[in-house]
């Protein structure tokens, strides 16, 4: 089922039956089966609830996103950011603008279609459960001058969709020696004050009593991400300019992800 427009992928339903005439294990196989789509179709209608709930706040009073919060520092060459940053959607909604799954093209920069940020493929070799690795190959576009290129990127993404956690690491980077990095979600209950007078929830459950099923889930995403360029590149003046723009593509990345987070709060859910 497609909950955002365009998004197939995001919460998927498990319609498949058993052939019948099976052994008896393969009976217990089906009654397994269907627990788990009554789990799913519960988290489905808990997921769309959530996003009518931003899409009605929305039309009464819109959601801000403050800036990414990026600390930068430095050692032995290597690059760390650390950067903490809210979204207006559900956590779920959050994680999967993250890892595009569906190839949405979000980071679009001019008419002609070209992005900032674009997914080439995306092939899972292993999956356990929630959690698949997964080969990725993206491009990161830049201008220099009168010159404009992309810059092609193969990730290696072990993907946790139970616990909102992804770390990934480069298979093959130009310029870069190191770069990797990681990115988990955690829920905020953004309407607990409000709804849920002097108690502090703990989980969703008991978000979900003390605001009456009308409280708000948002996504605090924190990430690490480190890199640092081949040698020779790893010198000033180099490696200023290539820290200076690793930076800013970051950020710009992040804000145009909100920015995104801000057209599917105004798309009714019904």
Known sequence: MNVFPGFGGWINQNN????KGESKRSENVKSNSNTDMDTNNTEDDEEIKQLNLWSDAEKKHPWYDPPPKVKVTMKKGLCHMNIELTLGVPPDGAYELFINPTNIP????????????????????KKDGPRQTVKVKKAVAWDFL?????LPINLIVNENKKDLEVKYKKEKMMFMKVFEGSWKIEPLYVD???????????????YKKCSGGQGKIAP???????????PLLNLPPFSWYIRDIAIKTTK??????????TILR???YT
């Open 16 to 19: 498949q039956q058993p052939p």
């Open 106 to 125: 979000f980071f679009v920069i001019d008419k002609s279609g070209r992005q900032l940020l674009a997914n080439k493929s995306r092939k899972i070799l």
């Open 146 to 150: 009168w010159f404009s290129g992309s």
């Open 192 to 206: 607990a004050d409000r709804l849920c007078k002097n108690m502090k929830p703990k989980s969703r459950e008991e």
């Open 220 to 230: 605090k995403v924190t990430m690490d991400q480190y890199f640092q360029p081949y």
């Open 252 to 261: 710009t990345l992040l804000k145009m992800l909100q920015d995104r987070a």
């Open 266 to 268: 105004e798309i009714p």
